[in-house]
């Protein structure tokens, strides 16, 4: 059974800082890509960042680079998101997501959804 499970979301105040998990199961994990999606209420679901088990290449969002580090542990099956100086704008629920290497980092191809934790930032 394939399962991304998510981890880290929380309350925090502007200017600190969150870590998010996203521990894999089910598939082998060397042939995708794992990425954060998030979504804020009444806006549609966007890309964040993701990273490629296979070479560790990654791509960030224009509105999280310098603040949020995406990174993976291979033997752990396991991508964090490190997010620093947090914005209220960064408030929503943050999805892991994984797609079958060659792939698009989008919505609609992703392969596999985790259900999402929720990031608050408070002003």
């Known amino acids: 059974e394939v399962q991304l499970q998510a981890f880290g979301g929380g309350l925090v105040q502007a200017g600190g800082s969150l870590k998010l998990s996203c521990a894999a199961s089910?598939?082998?994990?060397?042939?995708?890509?794992i990425g954060w999606f998030r979504q804020a209420p009444g806006k549609e679901r966007e890309g964040v960042s993701c990273?490629?088990?296979?070479?560790?290449?990654?791509w960030y969002a224009d509105s999280v680079k310098g603040r949020f580090t995406i990174s993976g542990d291979n033997a752990k099956n396991t991508v964090y998101l490190q997010m620093n100086s947090l914005k209220p704008e960064d408030t929503a629920v943050y999805y892991c997501?994984?797609?079958?290497?060659?792939?698009?980092?989008?919505?609609?191809?992703?392969?596999?959804w985790g259900k999402g934790t929720l990031v608050t930032v408070s002003s």
């Open positions: 997501a994984a797609v079958r290497i060659p792939g698009f980092f989008s919505v609609n191809a992703m392969n596999y």
């Open positions: 990273i490629s088990n296979r070479d560790g290449s990654t």
């Open positions: 089910g598939f082998t994990f060397d042939d995708y890509a």
